[in-house]
């Protein structure tokens, strides 16, 4: 069965993370960028963990885990052992929260991406939790072939999209639109480079 791609506003909102090894702790710094308000459960804890608790960046209860833990989550992280993972999954899913597993398909509700942030877009690849590894090369390669003016692209996109809004262009005619006005911002760069370079 497919998946079914997703992105989370997941800011103000608050996500549980099992666990507070190494993964445990980027997984955290991930969720720090989305602005998510943060529970970390976990007997021993990294020292990054430790240091955003104290400052205040964090919650860090060093136990166990606690279905009680679940209370007024959207989203859990759980990156324990195999063992904690299945316990962690089985709770959740009675209450209807998915669980981002961490390398523990069997576990998981929901998976991770390798993920790509540039000029306002991101990218995300899945493997459907089965070559976590290779998502992340796939990641590497687009990296490689994505233009580094992205944010051109966007805020012509951006722009565009107002007037397409207003004017009531359907969906399906917008992106032959935008890709007509997209090469027209390269041979405007194009010209400009010329008569740089021209004597």
Do not use: C, H
Not at 23 to 39: C, D, N, P, S
Not at 124 to 151: F, H, N, Q
Not at 156 to 170: I, M, N, Q, T
């Amino acid at each position: 069965m497919s998946l079914y791609p997703l992105f989370l506003k997941l800011s103000g909102r608050r996500v549980l993370v099992v666990g507070g090894g190494p993964v445990a702790t980027a997984k955290v710094a991930a969720l720090q960028e989305a602005g998510a308000i943060i529970a970390v459960v976990a007997p021993e804890a990294e020292p990054e963990l430790v240091q955003a608790a104290a400052a205040g960046k964090i919650s860090l209860a060093r136990r166990s885990f606690d279905a009680a833990d679940l209370a007024g989550t959207w989203l859990v992280v759980s990156a324990a052992t195999p063992e904690v993972n299945r316990v962690v999954a089985a709770a959740a899913e009675s209450q209807r929260l998915f669980v981002l597993a961490v390398d523990d398909q069997s576990a998981a509700s929901a998976y991770g991406a390798g993920t790509l942030r540039r000029g306002g877009v991101t990218v995300a690849v899945s493997t459907e939790g089965r070559a976590p590894a290779l998502a992340g090369l796939l990641r590497e390669a687009l990296e490689a072939v994505l233009p580094d003016d992205l944010a051109a692209w966007t805020a012509e996109a951006e722009r565009l999209r107002v007037g397409w809004r207003e004017a009531g262009v359907p969906m399906a005619e917008r992106r032959p639109l935008l890709l007509r006005a997209l090469n027209q911002l390269y041979q405007g760069k194009s010209s400009t480079n010329d008569d740089k370079v021209t004597p």
